[in-house]
């Protein structure tokens, strides 16, 4: 009854407010971007007050009589996989950005293109790309001398959706073959990401096979209010720095329900990422899921409110890990690894506060990016070193309030794992397995730390 009562109360105020008052709804809507139980707050008001919308965001934000329609092969384009299609891109992206509210068709045939941005603003209020067959990245490096970082990109572009069940293959073998990771006597140098989402506010991509990049896979970058969901993302395990996902300076992001097996991490989180998402990700091959690198170079960077929950590892170098290097400064912060999965993973449960990835060793330096507030919940399965839970932290900066609660790990093939632990501040609760034979223990009263974070 007072259920009911509460939510009749609460679907009262909002069409009160939804009527009388629009612009108040969109200024309370626009300004509460926090993600309550997976929903954002605006998804979920905006599901109570208009059912329209809601059925409309689950067609993909297209009504057929409202949105027009632009397929790339009514502006030249001929998909067969050996033509550069790259100017019939060009020509329709321009009409569909051009138009209120559109859809851009690309048929289920293979398409061929070079490098190219798909730019905003756009004069559309919503505008859908819906890719039923794949994108083919131009092999021939010479193409990309303009800006060898990128491949596709879209640029400003706001209430994008991306999605319909086709690929982006980066066709990245001739990269791989030219990294310096793979031959030692060629120069390194950077490849081209794959797909580019670039200050996209208010984005969906959705429903895609992407593989075979040519360096990253998919990159969100100086963009908010983002979901990701029912993503491919493949590429040979030997494949060099071909990350599945990377996120920097990103907002409000959803990823759930994607595989990732590729060379690199599955996910990496980078400067200026705040409250992300992920649920439901399975990864392996590649290097697990990564929050870092950050502070390299004596940077000062800052990564927080991240939560990975409900994650499959198998066969990965990492689990979930936090890399920082020396010398650097800034923190990540208030992160959470929830009902976890690991098969055979190399290192399972990572903080390195030393991150060292360069030729020459590293110096040591006082300063550091700080670790803190971090939940390890819930996860279970085998190492397959016998280190399963690794804290390498700083000594002038040890690493604080990391909490592990309910820790099952074993060597894979049966055996107790190991943990190897370094000027860590911790508390347990629950049981852990393996456990630190030395860190800092740190209070943990309900109250404390518990309260205001878990
Ligand atoms: C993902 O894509 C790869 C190759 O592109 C394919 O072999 C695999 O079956 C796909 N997996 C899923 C879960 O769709
Ligand atoms: C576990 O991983 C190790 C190292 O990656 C590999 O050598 C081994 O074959 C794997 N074992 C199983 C059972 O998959
Ligand atoms: C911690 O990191 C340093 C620097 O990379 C390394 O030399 C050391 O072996 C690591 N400690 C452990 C216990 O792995």
Known sequence: ???????????????????YNEDLLSSIVEDSPYIYDGVTFKDFIKQIVDPALSLE????????????TFNVDDYGAQGDGKTDDTQAFKKVW??????????????????????FTFSGPCKSNTITVQISGSLVASDNPSDYNQDPTHWLMFDSVQKLTVKGGGAIDGNGNIWWQNSCKK?????????????????????????????????????????????????????????????????????NIRISSSFVGTGDDCISIVDGSKNLQATDITCGPGHG????????????????????KGAKFSGTTNGVRIKTWQGGSGSASNIKFQNIQMKNVSNPIIIDQNYCDQESPCQEQKSAVEIRNVLYQNIKGTSASD?????????????????????????????????????VK??????????????????????GFGSTYI
């Not at 965001?57 to 027009?68: I, R």
């Not at 804290?391 to 909490?403: A, L, R």
């Not at 911790?426 to 109250?447: A, H």
Request: proline share 4%; with cysteine; hydrophobic share 35%.
């Open 289 to 308: 899921i990564s929050i870092g690198s950050l502070g390299e170079d004596g940077s000062k960077q800052f990564v927080s409110g991240i939560t990975v």
């Open 183 to 251: 031959n030692k006597k060629l120069p390194c140098k950077n490849a081209p990401t794959a797909l580019t989402l670039y200050k996209c506010n208010n984005l969906v991509v959705e429903d895609l096979t992407i593989k075979n990049g040519q360096q990253i896979h998919l990159q969100f970058q100086d963009s908010s209010n983002v979901r990701v969901s029912g993503l491919n993302v493949t590429a040979p395990e030997d494949s060099p720095n071909t990350d599945g996902i990377h996120v920097t300076n990103t907002e």
């Open 94 to 115: 321009e009409a569909a950005c051009s138009s209120k509210k559109s859809v851009l068709v690309v048929a289920e045939k293979n398409y061929l293109l070079k490098p």
């Open 1 to 19: 009854m007072a259920l009911q009562r509460n939510l009749s109360f609460i679907m009262i105020m909002i069409s009160f407010v939804a009527c």
């Open 426 to 447: 911790l508390s347990y609760k629950g049981n852990v397995k393996p456990r630190c034979s030395k860190y800092i223990e740190e209070v943990n009263e309900d109250g």
């Open 387 to 423: 280190v399963a839970m690794e804290f390498n932290c700083s000594k002038n900066s040890p690493c604080q309030g990391i909490v592990l609660q309910n820790i099952d790990l074993q060597l894979e093939g049966g055996g107790e794992a190991k943990a190897s632990c370094n000027n």
């Open 57 to 68: 965001s689950k067609l993909g934000g297209l009504s057929p009589t409202s949105a027009k």
